[in-house]
């Protein structure tokens, strides 16, 4: 397989450091760690970690054209070497002579026509059996399979007709072998397949491959091909065989053997080597001449036995394991995965090993695994303690929300925020507003007062341009008698937005006790006491800090807080003015910070407290809504919604409302944090079809969808889908799939629809209904009997029995749940290969315990077909 | 049983003994520059009378037209009879003898002419391009026949038009009898590994073009005991040789390849007058006996005679019934 001056490679079969290069003589080299203390002074270094010894040479036979490896241990270290006129002569490197070896050592195996050998192997199974494919004679066999056992010539030949004999001593010399193959053809590959040890494939001149049974050589199964050299079986995949010609490779299964499966890119230069990775399924190593390149083709996800339809997966890639030298041959390391030395034609070699590509995989719950050679990685979330400081992946929060129920309490929408696990403020704000436009839209509703309705969605911002008809007041300090010249704005809108902010509860009343009292009892302080002080109640407002500093838990600070806002002056020069408008920026707490901002500011100039980023959006537009007049309000909520827009945060859909500025918002929202659950439940409330029919809102509630699917939450994502089609009749999908008559044609989802609305128990089972009644056991349009049930014979549409002893349970303990199971198990089912069926019920459980279709004699395994059908939800209803 | 039409389309030319000087040079490039050359179908055989070389048309552009250079009009063919691999369990011989009754003599009913060239490897039928029709039709009842083109076989059908009973066209014409001559030398057909083929290139040069240099072979060629013949031919890469036992003493014994039973054999030279292209049946006339006496043969044609090697032991029963056919045919 090579020509005899450019060196080859052959490691031992048995040896995992030791290998042969061959060129015009043997060298039995040793490979061995570099700088180690075994290496001598005469070691190479083959690579950064690597070195060769060489240990003994043979140069005993010329003209040598292939080498072949004994396979078995014993006798180690011999060698079959093919040479130019067709001998095949047994050799050792670096033996102590043993007995065993020293008897078959200089055996000669001589065709009765002389030709260049141009391959050998070794039986892999019966190893003194020794396959030697040789050039064409016109009269005589291109393969033969010498018996390297046999003690001596059966026809003795002349010795001075032995012209081409260098010794001739006959003792060693065979000339009969054990069996002939191949008759006018050249032999230019062969190889025994391991699957029948028996059997051989050559590669001839006639362009064919052929597999030869020794047990009967008469037949064969050959197939015409250009391919015909360097045949060689994949070691992982004994069906599957590479052969080459000229620059292109072809991959054969032997079980289709009429054409190639596949053929890999033509290279532009003829190929010397091909050689299958020994430790790795699938990759194949090409060298094509005078290249430095290793072309490498990883057939692992190829199928075989590959289908005639589409392209096979192949992935390609070029190895170049020298910079500079070109390679001459290569040869796997046989045990450490993907090494491999190569060799130079002036005998340079080079220890190299391919480097793995890595595969990598996202799992839908979110852990990330990543597989080099053998070795799999996974990278899942830590649960550890510490982990607790690094946020979890949107992904795994989403399905923790998903599994929790987020979203799907429709009616006390606030709730959804703990359901999410509360403890992001985000959605506990997109809650809260959700909540209230919720709240409002109900009572709307009550009130048909529609035009409202869509109001309340359009959010504050909205709400804020169509304030008209303000009136202001001034109002004194309550518990006080002090007169501030602090104007406070009212209108039916400003006291709607303070309403949807929460501060005021709906009606006429505007009294923010009840929203203090609920503030005080959630231990919110600060924010309460600057809800009072924005009422213009100090009185309160000092009172609730005391009430907080002597809570449990309680801040004693509070009460240092309440001290100081005790002293409120509004002397414009005094001193607590002064100090309070320095100090109160060093306050921590932001709601005690606005209070004093509030506090020491002009009338009508509040950037201390509607700028404060850390006060929340609700308490600072329904600050603004109290104290920014007709001009400033406006301005002041456009400026707050592009903020919030801008940052994607949620507080903001308060302003926006589900509008296209909220799709705009939950955009960057999603852009920011991926979280497409929130904004598809979010959006899905957004009543106005424009809203629903915009391209974003649609990809987010898809791209939920499927996330659903892909976490097999399946239950989840059909009451996604209720809950979906009842807030967007428009995404109801209509019924795709009818099952029609073999009859008439017609569909005859009537009679199914109708069905469980008879409500049928089942102790009427086996009383189908009244003769009078259609019957649902038939098709409406033409009265004709449904398929029977393969399994209880019953035509279709009888509703299904289950075991008699479960009936009374099903009596006593009507659960919901269980009616819907029994609903479903009355559904019509069916293969769609054999198209054999029945009930839902019935198919379920008879192929819980079988594979096979339960209509005797046919052997479809229905449900192996059915990929999706094994696969358990990971939810629960 | 397969029949192999070759991706080769062929030449046959000759060159006169006087003006081989001429062609030194591109008989030199085509037999031991491989690389420099493009041609793959390369035959040279010397007999006393010429030179015959047969090439294919890459090879024939390195030929120049001379006067001392005589070139047959048609283009050649060649065909490869490939056993399948089912060993012809039933007789031993091989070679021209194994297609006598399966091509030669169904060929020669139909009037085609061949030319034979059998080499270490295998043995070549030539066919003109133009018969190729009347050969497919003739031959594929037996055969399975596949034209080799760009490394593909493709199967082969005769095409309808010629399914009728159109023969060759050429008028059957009187079988002759032609006159056989056996010379005394001893032949041996050997091969060479193409890789070596430099070692041996002085002894070849030598062989082939200075055989008529004045030696002590010189007398013995004169009185016909002994002809001079030697055949090199360079086919895909596979060395041929035929030669006497006398040539071969020249060369290193350990670089040619023969058989281990080192069979020898004889020369039967047919025709009397230079046969020409056109007559058919002079190989079914050797063939055919030596195929029912199943003794094996190589035939090599060449542009004035052709020549049959049987193997040395049976040349004796060859002869006679070589003589015992003369007798046969009226004159």
Redesign the interface.
């Known amino acids: 397989m090579f020509?005899?001056y450019k060196p080859d490679i052959l490691w031992s079969p048995h040896h995992a450091d030791r290998y042969v290069i061959c060129d015009t003589e043997l060298s039995l080299y040793r490979i061995g760690p570099a700088g180690s203390s075994e290496s001598k002074a005469g070691a190479l270094a083959i690579s950064e970690e690597t070195a060769a010894t060489l240990l003994a040479i043979n140069s005993d036979t010329p003209?040598m054209k292939c080498v072949a490896w004994y396979p078995k241990h014993e006798p180690e270290c011999l060698l079959a070497v093919g040479q130019?006129?067709?001998r095949v002569v047994l050799t050792s490197l670096g033996q102590s002579h043993n007995s065993k070896c020293k008897e078959l050592v200089g055996k000669e195996f001589?065709?009765?026509?002389?030709?260049?050998c141009n391959t050998l192997a070794w039986n892999p199974v019966d190893s003194n059996w020794l396959a030697a494919g040789l050039?064409?004679?016109?009269?005589d066999?291109s393969v033969l399979i010498w018996d390297i056992s046999s003690k001596f010539s059966p026809e003795a030949?002349p010795t001075e007709?032995?012209?081409?004999s260098?010794d001739t001593d006959s003792g060693l010399v065979v000339?009969k072998p054990l069996y002939?193959?191949?008759?006018?053809?050249?032999c230019l590959s062969l190889c025994w397949l391991p699957r029948d040890h028996q059997k051989l494939l050559l590669a001839g001149m006639?362009?064919?491959l052929?597999i030869?049974d020794l047990r009967n050589?008469?037949q064969?199964t050959?197939v015409?091909t250009?391919a015909i050299q360097g045949v060689t079986v994949d070691p992982h995949f004994q069906d599957r065989v590479a052969s080459f010609?000229e620059g292109q490779v072809a991959i054969w299964d032997l079980r289709k053997f009429e054409k190639p499966v596949f053929t890999l890119t033509e290279q532009p230069k003829p190929l010397i080597k091909v050689a299958w990775c020994p430790t790795r399924m699938g990759l194949l190593a090409t060298l094509t001449r005078d290249s430095n390149i290793i072309r490498l083709y990883d057939m692992q996800h190829t199928p075989m036995p590959f289908g005639d339809e589409g392209e096979p997966t192949i992935i390609e890639r070029g190895v170049q394991p020298c910079s500079e030298s070109i390679i001459s041959s290569l040869a796997w390391h046989p045990s450490a995965q993907n090494r491999m030395v190569v060799v130079s034609p002036n005998r340079v070699m080079n220890d190299f090993t391919v480097f793995e590509r890595i595969s990598l995989a996202w799992s839908s719950t979110t852990s990330l695994m990543w597989a080099c050679g053998r070795h799999l990685y996974e990278c899942a979330e830590d649960a550890g303690p510490g982990a607790a400081a690094v946020e979890k992946d949107i992904a795994t929060k989403m399905r923790e929300r998903a599994q929790s129920r987020y979203g799907h309490d429709t009616v006390q929408v606030w709730r959804n925020h703990m359901l999410a696990g509360g403890d992001d403020p985000q959605l506990r704000s997109i809650c809260l507003t959700g909540s209230c436009f919720h709240k409002y839209t109900e009572n709307m509703e009550q009130k048909q007062q529609v035009n409202k309705q869509s109001l309340i969605y359009s959010g504050i911002k909205n709400i804020a341009k169509t304030s008209s008809g303000t009136t202001e007041t001034r109002r004194c300090w309550s518990g006080s008698d002090r007169q501030t010249d602090v104007p406070r704005y009212h209108s039916e809108e400003r006291s709607l937005a303070l309403q949807l902010c929460g501060w005021i509860s709906q009606g006429p009343d505007i009294d923010v006790e009840p929203f203090l009292k609920t503030l005080e009892q959630e231990g919110e302080w600060e924010r309460a006491a600057a809800v009072a002080l924005f009422n213009l109640d100090i009185r309160r407002a000092i009172q609730i800090l005391n009430k907080g500093a002597s809570s449990e838990k309680g801040d004693l600070n509070l009460n240092v807080v309440a001290m100081a806002l005790s002293g409120y002056t509004d002397e414009k020069n005094s001193l607590w003015r002064e100090m309070c408008s320095s100090l109160r920026l060093q306050l921590k707490k932001p709601y005690l910070c606005i209070m004093f901002a509030f506090l020491t500011s002009e009338p009508g100039t509040y950037d201390g407290v509607l700028y404060e980023g850390r006060v929340a959006v609700r308490d600072r537009v329904a600050f603004a809504c109290m104290f920014l007049n007709d001009a400033q309000l406006p301005r002041y909520v456009d400026k707050l919604t592009n903020e919030m827009k801008e940052a994607g945060n949620l507080e903001g859909i308060l302003l926006t409302g589900l509008t296209k500025d909220g799709v705009d918002l939950m955009e960057s929202y999603v852009d920011r944090t991926g979280d497409v659950q929130t904004a598809s439940f979010c959006m899905l409330k957004g009543s106005s079809g424009e809203v629903l029919k915009d391209p974003r809102v649609q990809c987010w509630i898809e791209n939920y969808r499927n996330l659903l699917d892909a976490w097999r939450f399946w239950h989840k994502r059909a009451e996604f889908d209720i809950h979906r089609s009842k807030l967007d009749p428009s995404s109801k999908p209509l019924a795709q799939v009818f099952v029609s008559c073999n009859f008439c044609g017609k569909s005859i989802s009537y009679s199914c629809s109708a069905m469980p609305h008879q409500g049928r128990g089942f102790s009427q089972y086996g009383v189908s209904g009244s003769p009078t009644k259609s019957k649902v056991t038939s098709c409406p349009g033409c009265r004709k009997p449904l398929p029977r049930c393969a399994l209880c014979l019953m035509n279709m549409g009888t509703p299904v029995s289950s075991c008699p002893g479960m009936e009374r349970c099903y009596e006593k303990a009507d659960l919901t749940r269980d009616k819907k199971l029994a609903q479903f198990n009355n559904w019509f089912t069916w293969c769609h290969n054999c198209r054999h069926g029945g009930h839902a019920g019935h198919m379920l459980s008879w192929f819980r315990d079988h594979s096979e279709c339960p209509v005797s004699a046919c052997t479809c395994k229905c449900m192996q077909l059915d990929t999706t059908g094994n696969l358990v939800p990971s939810d629960s209803v | 049983m397969?029949l192999?039409i070759l991706d080769h389309r062929l030449r046959v030319t000759s060159i006169s003994k006087t003006g081989l000087e001429h062609y030194t040079h591109p008989l030199i490039k085509l037999i031991f520059l491989r690389n420099r050359t493009r041609c793959k179908f390369f035959s040279l055989t010397e007999t006393p009378e010429n030179y015959t070389v047969v090439l294919d048309e890459e090879g024939f552009k390195e030929l120049q037209p001379s006067e001392h250079l005589l070139v047959e009009g048609s283009i050649w063919l060649p065909l490869n009879?490939?056993?399948n691999?089912?060993?012809?369990s039933s007789s031993q011989a091989?070679?021209v003898t194994k297609i006598a009754k399966s091509v030669i003599a169904p060929l020669a009913e139909q009037h085609v002419s061949v030319f034979m060239l059998?080499?270490?490897?295998?043995?070549f039928i030539l066919v003109r391009e133009k018969d190729l029709s009347v050969v497919v039709e003739t031959l594929e009842e037996e055969f399975n026949i596949?034209r080799?083109e760009g490394?593909?076989?493709v199967p082969v059908q005769s095409q309808d038009t010629w399914k009728g009973l159109q023969r060759n066209g050429r008028e059957v014409m009187q079988v002759t009898v032609h006159p056989v001559l056996i010379p005394e030398n001893q032949f041996c057909v050997m091969?060479l590994?193409p890789?070596?083929l430099p070692a041996i290139a002085t002894t070849l040069i030598d062989v082939l073009f200075y055989s008529n240099s004045p030696g002590e072979g010189a007398s013995v060629n004169q009185d016909l005991e002994c002809i001079k013949f030697f055949s090199f031919t360079l086919i895909d890469g596979?060395v041929s040789l035929v030669m006497d036992t006398e040539a071969q003493r020249q060369f290193p014994?350990?670089l040619l390849?023969?058989?281990?039973?080192?069979e020898l054999w004889r020369m039967v030279r047919i025709g009397g007058q230079p046969l020409g292209f056109d007559e058919c049946g002079i190989v079914a006339q050797i063939s055919q006996p030596l195929a029912d006496s199943d003794i094996?043969a190589y035939y090599i044609s060449t542009f004035s005679f052709d020549h049959a090697l049987v193997p040395e032991e049976d040349i004796v029963s060859v002869t006679e019934m070589l003589q015992a056919q003369r007798k046969d045919v009226p004159h």
């Open positions: 020509c005899g003209y130019a006129n067709g001589v065709p009765k026509h002389a030709r260049q050039d064409k004679h016109r009269a066999f030949v007709k032995l012209r081409l260098g000339t002939e193959l191949g008759q006018n053809d050249a006639h362009r064919n052929a030869f050589t008469s064969k050959f015409n250009k010609f | 397969d192999h009879v490939v056993s691999g089912n060993a012809s091989v070679g059998s080499t270490y490897q295998t043995d596949f080799e490394g593909e076989s091969s590994d890789d070596t596979y014994a350990d390849f023969t058989s281990s039973s080192g094996s």
